[in-house]
Nanobody, 123 residues
Framework: QVQLVESGGGSVQAGGSLRLSCRMI????????MGWFRQAPGKEREGVAC???????TYIESVKGRFTISTDTAKNILYLQMNSLRSEDTADYYC?????????????????WGQGTRVTVSS
């Protein structure tokens, strides 16, 4: 059974950095795509970054050049490195995986989710 556990959220000032981690259990890298999503208060959940099984990365425009998605296959961890954080990045962040090799930022396709970790960026 797939299990995902996020960590690494916190409070940071604008311009700062955080690295989110998602510990993955029973996820097979060769057949799963992985993603990071966020949900700000009063807003819908949006895809931030995803990583296809082929290694292709996809980002929403607002985080390109600031966020990086990656994995440590030895530790079974999915990361989201977030640099140059802005107040509009404040949200609950979730990792998700899907048994498809190609990735999408459409949250509706993912059925395996972590519990979320909160990121607060103050200006």
């Amino acid at each position: 059974q797939v299990q995902l556990v996020e960590s690494g959220g916190g409070s940071v000032q604008a311009g700062g950095s955080l690295r989110l981690s998602c510990r993955m259990i029973s996820v097979f890298y060769s057949t799963y795509s992985m993603g990071w999503f966020r949900q700000a208060p009063g807003k819908e959940r949006e895809g931030v970054a995803c990583l296809a099984a082929t290694g292709t990365e996809t980002y929403i425009e607002s985080v390109k050049g600031r966020f990086t998605i990656s994995t440590d296959t030895a530790k079974n961890i999915l990361y989201l490195q977030m640099n140059s954080l802005r107040s509009e990045d404040t949200a609950d962040y979730y990792c998700a995986v899907d048994p498809q090799t190609w990735c999408t930022l459409d949250a509706g396709r993912y059925h395996n989710w972590g519990q979320g970790t909160r990121v607060t960026v103050s200006s």
